[in-house]
């Protein structure tokens, strides 16, 4: 798997979270948005959690399938995404946490777009470094979800907590003998 393949498959693993976020706890979506929760938001949250869900599957299996056309269609769709989500929060259509999921398109966008530059250099995934990638990611969830009640104090705490058991773990399961003399 290439670099470009695997910013698709991050990306869309990603969004699919995001989708079923939204199907399975919308208030708890509603509220990281800063949205309001009447019964009409929620159906429209719901029905777009669904499309980024099935989104999300797209852009999986274009990754494991290598379906190159699809990563250049996506760069250029992510990044008019990222316009109209930054425009949507400017003119006051939406609250500027909605920034957040423009960072995510604009972000995903450069990822894919960088690595489609760099041609078809693999990427030699061992165990260690995806344990430590995964348990980084986990860690910022666990900022962002401590951050509504903790504040910012709370959300750092949680960062270096989950990330420090996380990095322990990687290392003693994962790390061969070799890996331990470098």
Request: aromatic share 12%; glycine share 6%.
């Amino acid at each position: 798997m290439d670099l470009a393949a695997l910013s698709m498959l991050v990306f869309g693993v990603l969004i699919t979270s995001m989708g079923m976020t939204g199907l399975m706890a919308p208030h708890f979506l509603l509220e990281i948005l800063d949205f309001s929760s009447s019964p009409t938001v929620q159906i429209f949250l719901m029905a777009s959690s669904q499309a980024s869900f099935a989104m999300g599957l797209y852009y999986i299996l274009a990754a494991l399938h290598d379906v190159r056309a699809f990563y250049g269609w996506s760069v250029i769709l992510r990044i008019i995404n990222f316009y109209v989500f930054t425009r949507m929060v400017v003119s006051g259509v939406a609250p500027p946490k909605w920034l957040m999921v423009a960072s995510l398109e604009l972000s995903g966008a450069l990822a894919t777009g960088i690595a489609l530059t760099l041609k078809n250099k693999e990427v030699a995934l061992n165990r260690f470094n995806t344990m430590r990638m995964v348990s980084v990611i986990l860690a910022l969830l666990g900022a962002i979800l401590a951050f509504i009640p903790f504040g910012v104090y709370g959300s750092a705490s949680a960062f270096l907590v989950i990330s420090s058991a996380g990095f322990i773990y990687a290392y003693r399961e994962l790390a061969s003998p070799l890996d331990l003399k470098r």
